[in-house]
């Protein structure tokens, strides 16, 4: 992993990308400069978590992507993911390292200092500031924590800080500006009429894209 | 694993045993003689799981028992866990023994005789015949296969059959003539007012109890 890959992250939703499907918005988004790419489907099967994970990884393969898997270190082992991210919910990140080995990218979500202290001394390669600005996509991770944590989250620990929810490209800026490496959009990029069109507007600003 | 464990084979519910709660209701059913015990949760996140599965191998180790966990291999890793059970919308029998090793015991759902031969060339260590009468407990797995589907399975392959699907004390008789090796219940056991009384009613017959 390098840094400037989670410059613009993108969390895969089966719903609200509609009938052009997750894996044509994922090519569209890598194409455009998308630098991650994160599974995440909470209802499919394991064998339909598996079969999807093997094509978006050879997707962000051919793209010079990261490929995460959330929660789920089964499927990221059966695929061959890149890594996987991991919420307070899921497995532990000691345990998640020790199974994937010491070259797989681990993320964690933290909502406070202390969890990015925790998720930096458990071997977490990246920190996922969850969740900045409200959100529909999301509905268990509580309140928003505003702007504020960011940089409080960003001083816990060195890791490089990813910012999620309710981000798109009128308030991306400010994410960055407040001290985020990265940002993760689920809706803003998988629910857009023209994906290349909203990720160029997102790579756009102090934050550098992934590539040019 | 030895196929004497397999004689009687309980899969938790969290709701069917309501207040006793899962814990509660495996102690009493290992107690009163069930050899095995499989963890099946589809609603719970990775971590609740882990949780639960640490405990209940801990308990199936005081008893003999079989410790599987349904569906997660990451979790029966993450546990330590005798073994997994796959169900064909979960990981392949082969991926499943890749990663968790020649000492896994790893359990296998199977409709028909294909799926069985299927079950036994990848690696499986039993099958399960899923499902045989009609139950409330599982909605997603079609039509009942009958007691006629036991002989046709068990014949398929030389793996240990367990029976599941609508199985109480009143058929497990001709089940176990049918040529099931073992018979696994959900709701007569996890929901029964006397756990005891049921399971020993339910080891009763042609088929050994795993222990005396």
Redesign the interface.
């Known amino acids: 992993m390098n840094s400037e890959q989670l410059s613009l992250y993108l969390v895969t939703d089966p719903v609200l990308c509609g009938s052009r499907g997750v894996e044509e918005t994922c090519l569209l988004a890598l194409k455009a400069g998308v630098g991650a790419l994160q599974l995440r489907d909470k209802n499919a099967?394991?064998?339909?978590l598996?079969h999807m994970a093997v094509i978006l990884q050879n997707l962000c393969r051919m793209h010079g992507a990261l490929f995460i898997v959330n929660?789920?270190?089964?499927v990221a082992?059966?695929a061959g993911a890149d890594g996987v991210h991991l919420g307070?919910?899921?497995?532990?990140v000691s345990?998640a390292r020790k199974?994937l080995g010491a070259d797989a990218v681990i993320g964690a979500s933290a909502r406070s200092p202390q969890e990015a202290i925790l998720a930096y001394k458990e071997g977490a390669d990246y920190i996922a500031a969850n969740l900045i600005f409200p959100t529909d996509t999301k509905t268990d991770l509580g309140e928003p924590l505003g702007i504020g944590a960011i940089t409080d989250l960003k001083k816990a620990s060195p890791l490089p800080l990813v910012a999620i929810g309710g981000i798109n490209p009128s308030n991306a800026d400010i994410v960055r500006k407040a001290g985020a490496d990265g940002i993760a959009v689920v809706s803003a990029i998988m629910a857009a009429e023209d994906v290349a069109e909203v990720v160029r507007a997102l790579l756009k600003g102090p934050g550098k894209p992934c590539r040019t």
Chains 1, 2 share one sequence.
């Open positions: 099967s394991t064998r339909e598996i929660d789920r270190v089964d082992m059966a307070q919910d899921d497995m532990p345990l199974f």
